[in-house]
T-cell receptor, first 110, second 116 residues
Framework: DAKTTQPPSMDCAEGRAANLPCNHS???????VYWYRQIHSQGPQYIIH???NNETNEMASLIITEDRKSSTLILPHATLRDTAVYYC???????????FGIGTKLQVIP | EAGVTQSPTHLIKTRGQQATLRCSPI?????VYWYQQALGLGLQFLLW???????NRGNFPPRFSGRQFPNYSSELNVNALELEDSALYLC???????????????FGAGSRLTVL
């Protein structure tokens, strides 16, 4: 019952930008968009989050459409260490459960 | 700052036994989340505790239960183990200083349960 949909897999050439899309058409006004990644069965790692404005940190950029129904995570210069499963999830901080979909398996190719 | 710690790292049980998994959140975090990740699958939400109370529960049978202690650490119990309970069990913690707003989850490395 995940509230987001993502492509199951993507490839990206090393050094190029990786653009990972996420659809969240039923997002409510107080829900933030979060991105996490999981490298080979380790615990997922937080990447970035945003409400309505685009956000950037040392790891990635997050672009949220104006209607907030979709977003894109951008890894500006993908490296082999970015090969992982990337999860997009929603969270308002309220008492609803935080669910994850199957994520996107990103393969960075040398 | 110590991260989220989970124990044991690996656990092997047989069908019908009980398993207990433990989680210590980051200091200052009051919420603990449990997820099940079967091999090759995504994270399935199990349970969420905040301030000692169960706040939400995923679509799992009652033999999956847990609790949160006064120091905010948590325990997940799985009774009457079945083969399909074999999975990586992940714990995450967060600080919920207010009911709404950003809520970043920090995950532990997980406990791998194998049921034979």
């Amino acid at each position: 019952d995940a509230k987001t949909t993502q492509p199951p897999s993507m490839d990206c050439a090393e050094g190029r930008a990786a653009n990972l899309p996420c659809n969240h058409s039923t997002i409510s006004g107080n829900e933030y968009v979060y991105w996490y990644r999981q490298i080979h069965s380790q615990g997922p790692q937080y990447i970035i989050h945003g409400l309505k404005n685009n956000e950037t940190n040392e790891m990635a950029s997050l672009i949220i459409t104006e209607d907030r129904k979709s977003s894109t995570l951008i890894l500006p210069h993908a490296t082999l260490r970015d090969t992982a499963v990337y999860y997009c999830t929603l969270n308002s901080g309220g008492y609803q459960k935080v669910t994850f979909g199957i994520g996107t398996k990103l393969q960075v190719i040398p | 700052e110590a991260g989220v710690t989970q124990s044991p790292t690996h656990l092997i049980k047989t069908r019908g036994q009980q398993a207990t998994l433990r989680c210590s959140p980051i200091s200052g975090h009051t919420s603990v989340y449990w997820y099940q990740q079967a091999l090759g699958l995504g994270l399935q939400f199990l349970l969420w505790y905040d301030e000692g109370e169960e706040r939400n529960r995923g679509n799992f049978p009652p033999r999956f239960s847990g609790r949160q202690f006064p120091n905010y650490s948590s325990e997940l119990n799985v009774n009457a183990l079945e083969l399909e309970d074999s999975a990586l069990y992940l714990c995450a913690s967060s600080y919920r200083g207010k009911l709404s707003g950003a809520n970043v989850l920090t995950f532990g490395a997980g406990s791998r349960l194998t049921v034979l």
